[in-house]
């Protein structure tokens, strides 16, 4: 079952469901709304029609996106393929992303999330709060 702030949050692009594709950077599926892809699109739509760094993005995102639709309970069904690449089994962790989420195995996401915080351990210093204009300014 999709967690409820989930269904919440894609609830607002009124849509009753995700859309999902497999990551092509993690063992994970990318899920979101009409929204993020839209964004998506948007980002493969700019770059040159004619580039084959614009192809593989084509094939790679909105090649293999997939909608699924939530039942009575929130639930949703992953297709064989998609959880075969993340090789997703019984069980799903959902990890927020901002303007997304990811589904993961979660024995590779307590991998992945270790590699993670100490890389964001070892480079907090990058991590900065935006200036505050003085107020005579």
């Known amino acids: 079952s999709v967690p409820a702030e989930f269904r919440a949050i894609l609830a607002e692009d009124e849509f009753d469901g ?14 979101g709304g009409p929204t993020y892809f839209e964004d998506l699109q948007g980002m493969i739509d700019a770059l040159d029609p004619y580039d084959e760094v614009r192809e593989a993005f084509e094939v790679a995102i909105i090649g293999e996106i997939q909608k699924l639709f939530f039942d009575k309970e929130g639930r949703i069904t992953l297709t064989g393929a998609f959880t075969k690449h993340a ?6 962790t959902f990890v927020g992303r901002g303007d997304h989420f990811q589904m993961w195995n979660p024995a590779l996401y307590e991998t992945f999330r270790d590699r993670a915080r100490t890389m964001a351990r070892e480079n907090r210093a990058l991590l900065r709060r935006p200036r505050k204009p003085a107020k005579d300014e």
């Open 18 to 31: 995700l859309i999902y594709f497999p990551s092509f950077t993690d063992t994970c599926l990318e899920a």
């Open 87 to 92: 090789d997703i089994d019984e069980y799903v």
